[in-house]
């Protein structure tokens, strides 16, 4: 418990500081909402006047941060005001929107990159240097090296464009209904999910690798392999149990790092998530979206931390 209370303090620390950083960076950026809104009229100066009049803009930048912190310490859930790119739509009502379709993203790709890395790690454990390992670890390589951007613009045009087998953009075709509708939501997820399951699994695989090799080493492992067991039992029993250790401490913070990757997926594909809503959000200085769409991120991500904290407490005794 004390672990856990010390973790929960730290990530407390860690969201204060990206606070600060959320209110700073978007007014960092070059350009204002207002040039952005208001462009190339020949009543563009009146009109950014009145643009950030309306959105506060012009007031100082302590007033402006003393609201900033006040709607979302004091409001549940935290308010950051309407958008200036889909004004006059609230900022919280756009993340209820599109949320759920980027959950269904990140949930599906991660729990798929999860279970077949552990058992990909599980086949290659006992058999080290076989066509197998060798083959997983060189398409490992590959698949961490190659940006994600780009294999998912290989897929939408091997499966999309030449093939035809799947949609092009979108999260479902205009007008379907019923089971119709399902069916079309599955077919615009397929390569999305894909893009990011396969992004994920070069690293799960590596870090499971490494760590079950370490793990083969131990002296209980060459205890139980004189104890006559099977390499099946010895492997997911032994080997791939005591793996998970520092797969599940890292992959908690992971987090992060998958969300960048689908800002960049969304964007391929016009999947309209979180991701697609940060760029248009920062295209078009759209602050509230911008500070809204940092702070849903970091919260994801230290939630992400505690569960992974939870989850090694349970593991491992020693922790606790």
Known sequence: MRYILRRAITYAIVLFVVLQLDFILP????????????????????????????????????????????????NWPPYFGVSFVYYPIPVTTLFATRFLWTLMLIGTSFALAVVISYFMAAAATLRRAGKFDIGALYTSVVLQAVPVYWFALVLLWVFGVYLGWLPLFGNASFGSTGQSYIVSVAEHAILPIAVLTLSQLGENYMLLRGSAQEVLQSDYITSAKTRGLKNRTLSITYIMRNSLLPFVSISSFSLASLISRVVLVEAVFGYPGIGDLIVDAALGRDFPVLQGSLFLVTVLVIMGGLIGDVLLTRLDSRIK
């Open 27 to 74: 007014r960092l950026a070059p350009g204002s909402a207002a040039s952005v809104l208001a462009p190339g009229s020949k009543f563009a100066p009146q009109a950014a006047a009145l643009i950030t009049a309306r959105f506060g803009l012009d007031q100082p930048l302590s007033v402006q941060y003393f609201l900033f912190l006040k709607n979302i310490f004091l």
